[in-house]
C-alpha cells in the first residue's frame, strides 16, 4: 500500500520537475532508491504528508558519490562560494537530521563528516553546532566508534573556532553572514554600511552545544580531562550567555559600532534600530542549554506581532520599525521566512515541550507551525498550475519564494548560481521533524522509543521501512483498529 503511494507520489513529482541538474541519483532512479532507504509514512494530513515525500524526493538529489565518498550537498547547481565537490558545511546540522533516518544513511554521514574533518571541505566557512550534529549521528545510528575515533579532530575543530572567535568577553563573535544570516536587523548592514562583529545567541549556542557534545564523546573515549574541561566550558558559556545577551524578555544579538570585535553595548543598550528580537534567540533550547525560567520567550511565536504569519515563522519581529528592511540582496533575514530557521525554531519547540514545564506553547501550537511549514512548500507556475516547490526564502506578506524573484529580475546571473539556484534547496530539515516532533520516535544507541505527539484528530498513521541499527520496524497508530488489524492503539512491530 505505501509503496503504490510513493510510485504515485514520485510519478508526480518528477513529471513537474525538468531536472536541470542531475548527482548520483537521478530522477529515474528516484523511487528505486527512495523505496529501499526511506521510513516510509502515511497521515490524515494530505498536505504534511505529500511534503514528507516530496522533501525527500529533493533530499535524494544532493546525495553525490565523489572520489571523497558521499558528501551532501545545499545547492544543486555549482555555486562559487562552495568547497570542494560542490559541498557547503552551513546547513550541515539540518542536513545530518535528514540523513540519519535513511537506510544507508550510517554510511553517508560517515563519509561527508569525515570529508570536513579531513579539511577536505571548508569546515571554517560558517558558524555551524558540527560537533553536537556529529554526537546525534552516532547516537541515532549507534555508532559511536566514528565519534571516539574522530575525538582529536573535533577538538580541534572546536578550538580552531575557539581561538579566532573568542572574545575578552568570553562570548564568541560572529558576523550574520558567517552564520549564513545576512542582512539581520541586528547585524547593522544597510547601504552605507557592511556588517559589525556581534556577540550573537548563534554561534554561542553553537558552541556551548558542540562544547557539551565534546564533553560526551570525551566521556565514551575514557578521555576524563577533556570531559571536564568541555563540560565547564558549556556552563560558562551558559552563565555568559544569560549575562551578556539576555535582556530581560528575550535572547538578543549585540553588535559593536566599530569594525573590531570589542566593546559590545550592554544588550539592554543596543540602538533602537538593531534592537530586535530575531528567530535566533530560540537556539539556546536547541540544544537544552536553558535553566527553567526563560521559557516566556516561546510567546512570541504564536503572537502576530511577533513571529507568526499566514505563511511561516518571520526572521525577525513583525512589530520592529525596520522588519523586512529594502536592501539589494537576494537573501533578507530581516523577517523574511526561512526554512533553514524555521527547522531551528521547531527543534527548539520540540526540546521545550519534552523538556520544560511551561504554559506557552502546547503539541497543539506545535503542529500548527509544522502545518504552517508544510503548506509553504509550493509554487503556482506561469501556467497556473501548483506544484510542490523548496527554495531559499520566502515572503511572508505575497508568499513569493523572494530570492528566486529578485534572481529572475537580475537575469539570473552565473555568479549567483544561474538559473533557479535555489529549487530544490537543501538547506533544511523537514522529515526530522515529522519522524521525531510530530510522530515522537527517536533512536538511543540502537533502542527505539516512541511517544506521538499527533492531533487528537488523527485516527491512524502508519511507517513503514523504518532501520534503526540495522533493524526494520513498523510504527504505527490505529484509533480503531480497523484500518490495519494490528489491534487498536499504538504498535511497535520489527519486521
Not at 542536513?95 to 571541505?121: H, M, P, R, S
Not at 515563522?313 to 520592529?320: F, I, S, Y
Not at 541499527?469 to 513498523?474: H, L, M
Amino acid at each position: 500500500m505505501l509503496l503504490n503511494k510513493l510510485k504515485n507520489y514520485v510519478d508526480k513529482f518528477n513529471s513537474d520537475d525538468c531536472e536541470m541538474h542531475k548527482n548520483t541519483i537521478d530522477n529515474s532512479r528516484a523511487f528505486e532508491f527512495l523505496k529501499e532507504n526511506i521510513p516510509l509514512f502515511e497521515c490524515p494530513d494530505a498536505t504534511l504528508e505529500e511534503i514528507y515525500y516530496f522533501r525527500w524526493w529533493t533530499f535524494r538529489k544532493h546525495i553525490k558519490h565523489t572520489c571523497d565518498g558521499y558528501v551532501i550537498t545545499e545547492f544543486l547547481p555549482n555555486v562559487p562560494w562552495a568547497s570542494l565537490h560542490n559541498a557547503i558545511v552551513a546547513p550541515f546540522g539540518h542536513q545530518v537530521n535528514e540523513a540519519k533516518w535513511l537506510k544507508c544513511g550510517k554510511e553517508i554521514l560517515a563519509d561527508y563528516t569525515q570529508f570536513y574533518l579531513d579539511k577536505k571541505g571548508n569546515i571554517y566557512d560558517y558558524s555551524t553546532w558540527f560537533i553536537y550534529s556529529v554526537l546525534e549521528y552516532c547516537i541515532h545510528c549507534n555508532n559511536m566508534e566514528f565519534a571516539i575515533k574522530n575525538l582529536d579532530l573535533l577538538v580541534q575543530y572546536f578550538e580552531t573556532f575557539e581561538k579566532a572567535h573568542i572574545t575578552d568577553t568570553g562570548l564568541y563573535f560572529s558576523y550574520d553572514g558567517d552564520d549564513a544570516m545576512e542582512c539581520s536587523i541586528s547585524g547593522g548592514r544597510t547601504i552605507e554600511e557592511k556588517a559589525f562583529p556581534g556577540l550573537r545567541p548563534t554561534l554561542n549556542s553553537y558552541m556551548a552545544g558542540n562544547a557539551f557534545a565534546l564533553s560526551k564523546i570525551a566521556k565514551a573515549s575514557g578521555r576524563l580531562d577533556l570531559e571536564e574541561k568541555y563540560r565547564k566550558k558549556g556552563e560558562f558559556i551558559i552563565q555568559k550567555m544569560i549575562e551578556l545577551l539576555w535582556d530581560g524578555s528575550f535572547f538578543k544579538a549585540t553588535h559593536s559600532l566599530t569594525r573590531i570585535p570589542a566593546n559590545f553595548p550592554k544588550v539592554t543598550e543596543v540602538q533602537q534600530d538593531r534592537n530586535a528580537r530575531e528567530l535566533i534567540g530560540y537556539l539556546p533550547w536547541y540544544f537544552n542549554l536553558m535553566p527553567k525560567g526563560y521559557e516566556k520567550v516561546f510567546r512570541d511565536l504564536t503572537d502576530p506581532c511577533g513571529f507568526m504569519s499566514n505563511n511561516g515563522l518571520t526572521t525577525a519581529e513583525q512589530r520592529h520599525p525596520r522588519f523586512m528592511y529594502s536592501y539589494p540582496h537576494s537573501c533578507l533575514w530581516n523577517g523574511y521566512v526561512w526554512p533553514y530557521a524555521t527547522t531551528q525554531t521547531l527543534v527548539a519547540v520540540i526540546n521545550l515541550l519534552e523538556n520544560y514545564e511551561q504554559e506557552y506553547l502546547t503539541y497543539t501550537d506545535f503542529y500548527k507551525m509544522v502545518s504552517d511549514y508544510a503548506k509553504m512548500h509550493y509554487r503556482v507556475m506561469e501556467d497556473g498550475k501548483k506544484i510542490c516547490w523548496i527554495d531559499e526564502v520566502k515572503d511572508p506578506i505575497t508568499d513569493e519564494w523572494s530570492s528566486r524573484k529578485v534572481l529572475e529580475n537580475w537575469g539570473w546571473p552565473e555568479r549567483k548560481g544561474g538559473v533557479e539556484r535555489g529549487r530544490d534547496y537543501n538547506h533544511s530539515a523537514f522529515c526530522h521533524i515529522v519522524l521525531r516532533g510530530v510522530l515522537g520516535i527517536k533512536s538511543n544507541m540502537g533502542k527505539l522509543e516512541v511517544t506521538p505527539n499527533i492531533p487528537e484528530n488523527w485516527d491512524y498513521f502508519l511507517v513503514d521501512n523504518l532501520w534503526i541499527d540495522g533493524v526494520c520496524y513498523k510504527v504505527l497508530y490505529d484509533k480503531t483498529g480497523k484500518r490495519y488489524g494490528e489491534g487498536e492503539g499504538l504498535k511497535i512491530i520489527k519486521k
